[in-house]
């Protein structure tokens, strides 16, 4: 940055000092900024990540100064001429000329590139993989405005840092900032921005009767602290967790994992500090309590964070493919959400652009590949809620196991809380007369057998398993080594789906464990195995007791309880290797690999465990230098409509460049140092400054300089989001519920969305006020999500989203005009408006401030105000047409109110009032 | 093409410059009649880089054959054995042993043990000039075996429906792609206002297998998914206005939220209004016009007859029809899903005798009616016609659990299959690829689901290598990293 303006004496000695002579008489050519965008444009598409053409390549500093293919060495440094590079660049013979087949390089181009290599071809690391380092806040105050004594420029505009680095630029830009917005636009718009709803009548008349000088402020903390805060930042997060209440693919049946959308809730609202809400997301699992041993129910519940990935139990597919499928989901998602790096192109090979090896993609993933999920049917692992009886008996066991083998008692708490570890039927190989049933279950018949491989013995007491038949009077053996080797176990099998629980012998090391099936009475019946379990014998045997906690331990563990999707480590024999898979293919696996973070940031700590709680504090270390601009970026988006980088979802040289650099190091060092990762800190600083504050009104001279707002010369102006939209309606008719949390809701929606191959589940209206829940509460179903969600930009959640790209369609207008549920909306607020009122005029007055906290203008009341009567005549000569529209209300049926719904219709689709102004 | 071609550079420079032009545009309702679907989506956002560039049409590589296309996706998988694909060695070895190199190291989704080949159950001949193998389930489409390009090659990757149908309109089996469809609407735009680019319609009583997602759009924006039109209920989603409001209110309604919104606009000057207003007025339109094109009543009964449709019936003869006045309202692609082809041999229904010859005379009518149809009108050489599922069936009879079926049947199967395309730019009367003696591999000509990607966006102007989208840090691609156009199909 070389900004020097002559400004008066005291700044002159400031600069003189940090200034350089030899950069004022010859122009150093600055990596990133000049360079890197004309090799990543014309160069690095046949010699970066991808593709290493005449094996050359510019992605590595070390790449660019060995010799390629020819013997050549394509960057001399501090010598252009004999560099290959820039030869190759203006050589005239089409064979040899770079870039090959493409245009040629620009004049300009080409002699930064030269001048580059002379000056030593200084390789520099892109911005956004640098340590944050906090910058010095600008001052805009000088010797002119006697500092601050004369508002010239703007100079008492900033209210805090924030305005100081927003005013600089501004300046730069010669733009000024624009007004405050009038006290109900700000109410409304940090009522939207901080709790996605809009304010209460009489909040907004509240603010504007307190002329305090920190009215304001007051406003922004008790948004913060209203439970809608949680709801509203959940549903921004929802969509970078891909949270769905289904499994995804073709059946895309019904999942269980509401409890992770209201821990998510929980800890906005309890503003947990953000590094702690990631660690938890990501390693919670691993967390246990000194007490207990095990981690807190809120730990494991937050780990579904990385189970919202999908799961695919067609006929015939490969769990471990879709295993596999899940993991890289968990790889490309955590990047994309902490680090805004696009990470999925490195599972195939070295990233295209930025200096990421291939092999770093698998390393990465080596810290997620021992979670236990394998892609089953019944999702397993799941953390288990007793109630009642069997939290009881789940209690009665523990306390046996401590009273005779203490150390014991951990192990069986994680059984029988999460069912982990154990072996799942997938894993078991085919004998005769039996085979893999719908790809979850193994099915033996009479006379059939099978092989549990490699199975570890040492400590084992029992053989624990999950067992279903029709077949009555079957018994299965189970045989150490071979076939017809010594049997170990020998179970008569209940018609009935159980758990069982049978002894046996101790023995030690690593085994074949083969079954064997007697079932002559039904012979053709399947018996079907869902999983099994080789485990310590419980504690305390030969006591008078002992029969009966082992019938309680069965119980416990057959018992269909609640439970929900977690992630869960699996350790010793169920750890797993990794490897990198070539090209990215599953099925082809290279080396194998060790946990490790990629090289282009700062190494993880030695101090801090290869596993998943180290790669998490990493992700939220000081060093990271990813993480808290990634963060700080996504809140500023959310609250601006833009980032300070555009591109969220990509901080790599291919993604947008900061807009105002230095505002965004402030934040996200401010954000880590001085709010300890407080978002509501972060957001309070956000909306605290005049930036945020200006009046959203453009004008010509605004439009025309910078027509996107980019430099923030006005305040925000943009469409609510699809959760927002509904939820205003909801709100300002008087509909909403104030519900929070439980299973998902489902609000009325068309027949015919929903279709479910291979299940019978279907789309039943909830009752009574689960119709008018929050949007974030909505059913989401991947294959078929809400419709009128989608049609105002949400995404189906497959995957990880960053950034909703906002369109303007006219589907979206027949939401507004003609779903049910903003005709609800509607009559409703008619409803209110005619109590509200006397004349016509009053009403219509009321509906608008209701909506938008404004006074309407006459010439829009004049608009209302023909509509109402032109719906009024219409109704008044075909009364019926009041009984067809007003099908939601118990009020009184009149021309009147028909044709104030009406009047309601055309506010809710109006501009000021879906946007946020 | 020169015309379209110069329509689309249009469109794309009109896109960039769509808010300028807004603004110095004269007001009045009406007067921002604009909204084509191209300007439509717009990012309040966009400027530079990733969003902006997804905004503005992309001008084509190729001058392009198909301006429209129409999708016939037959899903459950017809079994080619008994429609196209004549071999009578099958015959010969019919309740014989399959051969063991045709079930190691294989997969199936339902074959278990050694099954039994089946052979033909057709009868086969000759039809047309070309003299293209047809059987006698499909009569109609035998008189334009002439029209017709048929790939006999055809293969997948994937033996179930929902991926192997996601793989073939997304080109990936997992979910999350965008659709050829709105890959296609997110190239050339749409040109019509008053009806959205990409239409779907389906049939056979359920739908797809994937979901929204084989007609979604993906990491695209969402202005260029599908929009289902449905037989039963609003043709699309809230189009219908509610009861007691009548198209006079509702034109009032409009009228006046527009007026309100420029005073809006005249107040804060944001752009994105004017968008608004011709978004509201795009939407009134579509209420007329979406029921008016929905609305069979007034095609000639020989039309009717034609196609052997019954006006007020959701089939797929009808769906055939309205595909026509789609493409013939400029509609850029129309999705048609029939469900109810998977013939495994377990029902009456479900088998590749009694059922498949029933599918096949509710639908070879038709189809063969769409292309005679659309040649009447002068459309066929601009519409590309393209039939097909989403992969074929097994010389083998199926045997699941290992148990002879009650009824004849044939598994899934992905190393060969046929597909045929007719109009928009390929050869007519013309047989590409072969299979072995049994049907089981391609031996000649062998084309992946990939290559008839990047065949179809050849067609449509594009170069599959360079249509691309940024998402997730890497340039996507509807053929992912494959494909190769079949040149030797193109006319």
Redesign the interface.
């Known amino acids: 940055m070389k900004k020097w303006y002559f400004i008066g004496l005291g700044v002159t000695v400031v600069l003189l000092s940090s200034f350089s002579w030899s950069g004022f008489f010859d122009h150093q050519v600055d990596y990133n900024e000049e360079v890197k965008p004309v090799l990543n444009k014309n160069c690095m598409g046949c010699h970066g990540g991808v593709k290493q053409a005449g094996e050359v390549s510019f992605l590595f500093e070390h790449e660019m100064l060995e010799p390629g293919k020819s013997g050549k060495i394509p960057v001399l440094r501090g010598d252009a001429d004999a560099s290959e590079m820039i030869r190759r660049i203006l050589s005239d013979d089409p064979d040899e000329r770079m870039p090959k087949g493409g245009a040629h390089l620009k004049e300009e181009d080409i002699k930064i590139l030269k001048k580059w290599i002379n000056q030593g071809a200084k390789w520099e690391t892109h911005w956004a993989y640098k340590r944050i380092e906090k910058p010095e806040v600008p001052s805009n105050k000088n010797l002119w405005n006697l500092f601050g004594l004369i508002n010239t420029g703007n100079v008492n505009w900033p209210k805090n840092e924030v305005d100081e680095f927003v005013l600089q630029k501004l300046k730069q830009e010669k733009l000024s900032p624009s007004p405050q917005a009038d006290k109900a636009t700000l109410i409304r718009r940090l009522s939207l921005d901080l709790t996605g709803l809009p304010p209460t009548e009489q909040e907004v008349a509240d603010f504007e009767k307190d002329t305090s000088p920190n009215a304001y402020e007051k406003v922004v903390d008790r948004l913060l602290k209203s439970p809608s805060y949680g709801e509203r930042w959940t549903s921004m997060w929802m969509d970078l967790a891909r949270y769905a209440d289904t499994k995804?693919?073709?059946s895309?049946g019904g999942r269980n994992i509401w409890r992770y959308r209201d821990y998510v809730v929980k800890s906005f609202n309890a503003d947990k500090p953000f590094d702690q809400f990631t660690i938890e997301q990501l390693a919670g699992d691993l967390m246990p309590e000194k007490k207990t041993g095990m981690p807190s129910d809120e730990n494991m519940i937050a780990t579904a964070f990385h189970r919202n990935t999908?799961i695919n139990n067609?006929?015939?597919?490969d769990d471990e493919e879709f295993r596999v499928?899940a993991q890289i989901d968990r790889v490309?998602t955590t990047w994309?959400v902490w680090q805004g790096?696009?990470?999925?192109?490195i599972q195939?090979h070295s990233?295209?652009y930025d200096p990421i090896p291939h092999e770093d993609y698998y390393k990465y993933m080596a810290f997620f590949n021992n979670s236990r999920d394998e892609d089953v049917w019944d999702e397993w692992p799941k953390l288990r809620f007793y109630k009642g009886e069997d939290s009881a008996r789940v209690e009665k066991v523990k306390s046996w196991i401590n009273k005779y083998n203490p150390k014991e008692t951990q192990k069986f708490t994680q059984f029988m809380r999460v069912m982990e570890p154990k072996i799942n039927a997938h894993s078991i190989v085919k004998g005769d007369e039996s085979?893999v049933l719908l790809i979850s279950y193994y099915g033996v018949k009479d006379k059939g057998n099978a092989k549990i491989p490699n199975v570890d013995l040492t400590g084992a007491g029992s053989l624990v398993m999950n067992i279903s038949t029709k077949a009555e009077n079957a018994v299965m053996t189970f045989h150490l080594d071979k076939i017809d080797g010594p049997v170990i176990s020998k179970l008569n099998v209940p018609t009935r789906d159980t758990v069982l629980v049978t002894p046996i012998p101790k023995i030690s090391g690593k085994h074949d464990i083969f079954l064997k099936l007697k079932s002559p009475k039904n012979p053709t019946e399947w018996v079907r195995i869902t999983w099994l379990a080789f485990q310590e014998a419980l504690p305390g045997a030969g006591e008078p007791e002992y029969p009966e906690i082992l019938k309680d331990y069965s119980t416990i563990l057959t018992k269909s309880t609640e439970s929900m999707p977690v992630v869960w480590e699996g350790t010793g024999d169920f750890a797993r290797k990794t490897n990198v898979f070539i090209r990215g293919n599953w099925s082809v696996k290279g080396a194998e690999v060790k946990p490790d973070v990629p090289k282009l940031l700062a190494p993880m700590p030695k101090e801090y465990p290869k596993n998943r709680i180290g790669l998490a504090k990493w992700i939220v270390s000081r060093e990271n230098a990813l993480t808290s601009r990634v963060i700080v970026n996504r809140f500023w988006e959310q609250l601006f409509?833009?980032g300070i980088v555009?591109?969220v979802?990509?901080f790599?040289s291919?993604?947008?460049e900061p807009s105002h650099p230095e505002l965004l190091d402030w934040l996200a060092v401010n954000f880590m140092e001085e709010d300890h990762w407080s978002v509501k800190k972060l957001l309070k600083t956000m909306v605290m400054s005049a930036t945020y504050q200006q009046s959203?009104?453009?004008?010509?001279g605004?439009?025309e300089q910078d027509?996107?707002n980019?430099f923030i010369s006005r305040g925000p102006?943009?469409?609510l989001s699809a959760e927002q939209v509904r939820d205003q309606a909801m709100a300002a008719s008087g509909l909403l519920s104030s519900k929070m949390y439980g299973p998902s809701v489902m609000p009325p929606q068309?027949?015919?969305i929903w279709?479910s191959?291979y299940s019978g589940e279907s789309w039943k209206v909830s009752e009574g006020e689960d119709k008018h829940r929050r949007a974030v509460y909505t059913y989401w179903k991947?294959?078929?999500p809400y419709?009128s969600m989608?049609?105002f930009?949400a995404p189906?959640r497959?995957?990880c989203?960053s950034r909703r790209?906002?369109?303007?369609?006219?589907?979206?207008?027949?939401?507004t005009?003609?779903?049910?549920v903003y005709?609800e909306a509607a009559e409703k607020l008619a409803t209110t408006m005619q109590k509200r009122g006397k004349t016509p005029e009053e009403q219509l007055r009321e509906g608008y401030r209701l909506l938008t906290f404004q006074p309407i203008?006459d010439?829009?009341l004049k608009?209302?105000v023909?509509?109402y009567g032109?719906?009024l005549k219409?109704y008044r000569a075909k009364p019926s047409?009041?009984?067809?529209?007003?099908?939601y209300g118990k009020e009184r049926k009149s021309p009147e109110l028909?044709a104030l719904t009406?009047s309601a219709?055309?506010m809710l689709?109006?501009?000021?009032v879906v946007?946020k102004? | 093409m020169e015309k379209l071609l110069k329509e689309l550079q249009h469109a794309d420079l009109h896109g960039q410059t769509r808010r300028h032009f807004l603004q110095s545009a004269g007001f009045g309702l009406g007067a921002l009649g604009l909204g084509s679907l191209l300007g439509s989506c717009s990012n309040s956002n966009a400027e530079t880089g990733v969003a902006a560039e997804a905004m503005g049409a992309k001008i084509p590589q190729f001058a392009p054959k198909a301006k429209r296309v129409i999708y016939i996706h037959m899903a459950g998988a017809p079994s080619q054995l008994e429609l196209f694909d004549y071999k009578p060695e099958l015959e010969k070895y019919h309740g014989k042993d399959c051969p063991a190199e045709f079930l190691e190291g294989k997969k199936f989704a339902f074959i278990q043990g050694v099954p039994k080949m089946l052979g033909p159950q057709g009868k086969f001949n000759q039809y047309g000039q070309s003299g293209a193998w047809m059987s006698d389930y499909i009569p109609y489409l035998q008189t334009v075996a002439d029209e017709i390009t048929f790939i006999k090659s055809m293969h997948t990757d994937q033996f179930n429906h929902a991926p192997a149908q996601l793989l073939l309109h997304t080109g990936s089996a997992r979910l999350g792609r965008p659709s050829l469809g709105a890959w296609s609407v997110y190239g050339l735009g749409s040109e019509n206002q008053n009806l959205p680019g990409f239409i779907v319609l389906a049939s056979g009583g359920r739908q797809p297998d994937a979901g929204k997602s084989v007609y979604g759009s993906g990491f695209l924006p969402s202005v260029y998914q599908g929009v289902q039109c449905r037989t039963g209920g609003d043709p699309v989603l809230y189009v219908t206005d509610p009861n007691g409001m009548n198209r006079n209110m509702r034109k009032q309604t409009i009228e006046a939220i527009n007026e309100i919104n420029k005073q809006t606009y005249d107040d804060v000057k944001d752009p994105e209004i004017l968008t608004r207003i011709s978004q509201y007025e795009m939407a009134f339109r579509m209420q007329m016009s979406v029921p008016e094109v929905m609305d069979v009543s007034r095609e000639p009964q020989f039309i009717l007859d034609m196609y052997g449709v019954k006006p007020g019936e959701g089939t797929f003869a009808m769906n055939c029809l309205l595909a026509r006045k789609l493409v013939e309202n400029d509609v850029r692609f129309v999705q048609l899903f029939d469900w109810g082809w998977d013939g495994h041999g377990t029902t009456a229904g479900d088998n590749v005798e009694g059922g498949l010859r029933n599918k096949c005379r509710l639908s070879d009518k038709p189809v063969a009616a769409l292309i005679q149809d659309l040649k009447m009108r002068g459309l066929l050489d601009e519409t590309l016609i393209i039939w097909g599922a989403e992969f074929g069936r097994t010389p083998m009879q199926e045997n699941r659990n290992g148990v002879v079926m009650p009824y004849m049947g044939r598994d899934h199967h992905l190393e060969a299959f046929t597909m045929w395309m007719a109009g928009g730019g390929v050869k007519k009367g013309y047989t590409h690829g072969e299979t072995d003696e049994l049907g089981y591999y391609g031996v000649k000509d062998r084309v992946h689901v990939h290559d008839l990607q990047a065949t179809i966006l050849h067609l449509m102007g594009f170069d599959h290598e360079k249509f691309t989208y940024p998402f997730q840090g890497r340039n996507f691609r509807l053929t992912d990293t494959e494909g190769k156009v079949v040149k030797n199909i193109i006319a």
């Open positions: 995804g693919y073709e895309d999908m067609e006929g015939g597919t499928a490309n994309e790096t696009t990470f999925a192109c195939c990233h295209p085979t409509g833009r555009e591109t979802e990509d790599g291919q993604g947008a959203s009104k453009s004008d010509k605004r439009q027509p996107y980019r102006r943009v469409r068309p027949e015919g279709s191959p991947r294959t078929a419709p989608t049609t930009d189906s497959e995957f989203q790209i906002l369109t303007n369609t006219p589907l979206q207008a027949l939401v005009l003609n779903d049910p005709l203008n010439k829009s608009v209302l023909k509509i032109d719906a219409s047409d009041v009984d067809s529209i007003l099908v028909a009406i219709n055309v689709n109006l501009d000021n946007t102004e």
